[in-house]
């Protein structure tokens, strides 16, 4: 074969090639046409339950708006004075619970519904100690139901948990966990604290705050109200109030605006102190003037000599090691009633009876 022919044997397959690669270009599977969607199967039982819990709940949380004076000390605020949070509807009078740090210091209030309609609402009342709030809803076109309520006594670690909310003002965001922990003891800008808390690891960031966890039944469990985390962003510790708690302090926020707060009138040093000097209980500083502890003859410190007082050792015959102890049981046996202390005075016991006033109305 001459160099000629191999020449011209070469030009032909190189067309060739160019048509080829044209033909490619051209064939029908890489065109412009959309490709075939693939069936899938049905949902997982876990997929369906999510879904369900969702749609049935969603439309019962709502977003809460408050405008406020310049708070920088808000964990919530979104500049300008306005803040965001969640609530959940309580009621079919248009009850709407959420944290009270929510709408603390909060001139105005508007709801927003997962409808997006949006409405006035007032504030009926606040329990700072609980951290929380309960709204009116002004108007409205319809309200969505209530929640079902689930109870917070008989909940176990491990249990899965959701929280549906508004995390950095995005709206209807549901996140899935777990029960972490309970019994938790949260403080609160009261500076006192809320006993058993639910801990989770559902994601809970802020604009969570006010809304639901919810067990897999989509029950109400807790009320989200904080975050442990170094950033402000979930890390895997969020906080619920218990609902029992809830439903205790909720009735009376609507009916009178206010919750009592059981005391007997004590001032008790700080627990620090009484580990130092070796003593066992809450050491009463001194007794506020004209309180039921003082009528009842309990003794604080002796300011002239430092001379010990009344150490507090048990409640009904409970042991309590730190004033949350204390306060814990004077909340479950309400105000009006009496307990009996018991009390380590000169190194000797003795039981003291007093009534439990509410010492809240007197700040």
């Known amino acids: 074969m001459n160099r000629r022919t191999v020449l011209v044997l070469t030009v032909i397959a190189a067309i060739l090639l160019i048509f080829a690669a044209g033909s490619i270009r051209q064939a029908p599977w890489s065109g412009p046409a959309a490709r075939a969607v693939a069936e899938r199967g049905a949902l997982s039982d876990a997929e369906k339950a999510n879904v369900e819990i969702f749609e049935k709940v969603s439309p019962s949380v709502v977003q809460v708006v408050t405008q406020t004076a310049a708070n920088p000390l808000s964990d919530e605020q979104e500049g300008g004075g306005a803040a965001s949070g969640t609530g959940i509807v309580w009621d079919n009078d248009g009850h709407v619970v959420t944290n009270n740090h929510v709408v603390q210091n909060a001139s105005q209030v508007a709801i927003r519904f997962a409808s997006g ?77 809320i006993s058993n808390v639910i801990q989770t690891d559902t994601a809970i960031n802020p604009g969570n705050s006010g809304g639901p966890l919810l067990d897999s039944a989509g029950r109400l469990i807790g009320v989200t109200t904080a975050i442990l985390s170094p950033s402000g962003s979930n890390a895997g510790i969020g906080f619920a109030i218990p609902v029992d708690i809830v439903n205790r302090v909720v009735p009376e926020l609507i009916r009178n605006g206010r919750v009592p707060t059981p005391g007997i009138g004590i001032v008790t040093a700080n627990e620090a102190v009484a580990t130092r000097i070796g003593a066992e209980g809450l050491i009463v500083v001194r007794t506020t003037p004209g309180s039921s502890a003082e009528r009842a003859g309990i003794r604080g410190v002796d300011m002239s000599t430092g001379e010990l007082g009344d150490v507090i050792t048990a409640v009904d015959g409970k042991p309590v090691h730190r004033l949350s102890d204390l306060a814990d049981q004077l909340e479950q046996i309400g105000v009006g009633k009496k307990v009996r202390l018991s009390v380590n005075r000169d190194g000797s016991a003795r039981d003291i009876e007093v009534a439990i006033v509410d010492i809240g109305r007197a700040q």
Request: hydrophobic share 40%; glycine share 10%.
């Open 117 to 193: 309609e949006a409405v006035r609402a007032e504030i009926v009342g606040t329990a700072p100690n609980y951290d929380l709030a309960v709204l009116r809803i002004r108007s409205a076109r319809k309200l969505p139901p209530s929640l079902a309520l689930g109870s917070s006594a008989d909940l176990k670690v491990g249990q899965f948990a959701y929280a549906i909310g508004n995390p950095f003002g995005l709206d209807q965001s549901m996140s899935s966990g777990i029960i972490s922990a309970l019994k938790r003891r949260l403080p609160t800008s009261s500076g006192r604290e």
